[in-house]
């Protein structure tokens, strides 16, 4: 069981989702993973001494983001639960590691709600490493999640981006990440698209931003589609709107080269000899495929072997 826990866990994590984020659909995976550990440590049964608190490790995910902007950071613990509230004898506690400020501090830029912490706008100084603590009558435990804010500039792109991928001459999907909190419940999502700071016209045959959704459609994706993109969306709040912006990095790859295996022999008539076993070879030419990833197969009248033949008295050999 203990290996099951975030914190044995940990740096394996980190490592992997560092990778993780190099393709919008992997990055999903990885958010997938991570909820089912979440999970684990919820299910998880602990009798601890009022005071004693362990710490289950740092969330895999830092979140990268710019000034003036909001920001809402989730309780690792409660991501599980998404949407739902914690349970109500459950008390969700954050505060800032090495640093005086209480979290949410005096003042109405920072604030606890449902399992998050928002911070409307993020500045600079609010980066470093928040701890969410859940206590109840007889479970606590605490994980921590960075927060690294960037100042608004294109300098900064390197670092906030997210890195998608896209094959070439095909059409492709981009997402707008991470907007879950500011999308929920809300119907009038619209997503602004820009490639580097040109907004991309909605009815131009190349880009379509689909309505509803977060996603930018790129119709046959060309060398030249590769870079930086921006989506952004507008969030109201108390008379205020705030945009909330996502850099993608697009890299474009070339479509991988697939040969059809060619069947070298038998090509003729095979004879045989009545009541003598008989073994027939069949060779392929794979050119750059593997075994791996060839399936190969005998039929007799158009029916698998083991069908054709339930007694088995014909069989299929090994690949070698
Ligand atoms: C405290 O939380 C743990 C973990 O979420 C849960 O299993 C347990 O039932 C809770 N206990 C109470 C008294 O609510
Ligand atoms: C908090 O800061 C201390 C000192 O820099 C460090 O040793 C510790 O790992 C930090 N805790 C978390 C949860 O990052
Ligand atoms: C949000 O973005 C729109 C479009 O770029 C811009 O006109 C507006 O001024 C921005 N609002 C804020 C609060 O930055
Ligand atoms: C294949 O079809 C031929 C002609 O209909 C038949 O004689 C033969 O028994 C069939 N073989 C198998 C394995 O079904």
Not at 128 to 142: F, K, L, P, Q
Not at 260 to 274: E, G, M
Not at 293 to 299: E, N
């Amino acid at each position: 069981m203990q290996s099951c826990r975030p914190q044995m866990a940990g740096p394996q994590i980190s490592t992997s989702c560092a990778l993780w984020k190099l393709s919008g659909t992997k990055f999903i995976l990885c958010v997938l993973v991570m909820s089912i550990l979440a999970f684990t440590v919820q299910s998880e049964e602990h009798t601890v001494a009022a005071g004693d608190c362990p710490f289950h490790g740092k969330h895999y995910k830092t979140e990268f983001r710019v000034e003036g902007e909001p920001v809402v950071l989730r309780c690792p613990q409660v991501w599980s639960q998404f949407g739902t509230s914690t349970s109500p004898q459950a008390l969700l506690t954050w505060r800032k590691n090495n640093s005086a400020q209480t979290v949410p501090g005096e003042g109405p830029r920072m604030w606890a709600e449902d399992g998050a912490l928002w911070v409307l706008p993020a500045l600079r100084e609010d980066s470093g490493t928040y701890i969410c603590t859940v206590r109840n009558a007889s479970h606590c435990d605490e994980m921590s999640v960075e927060l690294r804010v960037f100042e608004n500039t294109e300098a900064s792109l390197p670092f906030i981006s997210y890195s998608q991928i896209l094959t070439l001459s095909a059409s492709g999907v981009l997402v707008c990440p991470d907007l879950r909190e500011f999308t929920r419940n809300r119907t009038d999502v619209r997503t602004r698209w820009y490639k580097g700071s040109v907004l991309l016209d909605q009815d131009n045959g190349k880009f379509l931003s689909v309505e509803g959704t977060t996603h930018l459609l790129i119709h046959d994706v060309s060398v030249e589609d590769a870079g930086y993109y921006k989506c952004s969306i507008t969030l109201a709040h108390e008379g205020r709107h705030y945009n909330i912006t996502r850099n993608i990095k697009l890299r474009v790859s070339q479509r991988k080269k697939e040969t059809i295996p060619v069947i070298i022999s038998p090509l003729q008539t095979i004879s045989a000899s009545l009541g003598s076993p008989l073994t027939i070879p069949c060779k392929v030419f794979l050119g750059a495929g593997t075994p791996m990833t060839t399936l190969l197969w005998w039929t007799a009248n158009s029916t698998q072997i083991d069908s054709a033949y339930p007694g088995g008295r014909v069989t299929e050999g090994p690949q070698q």
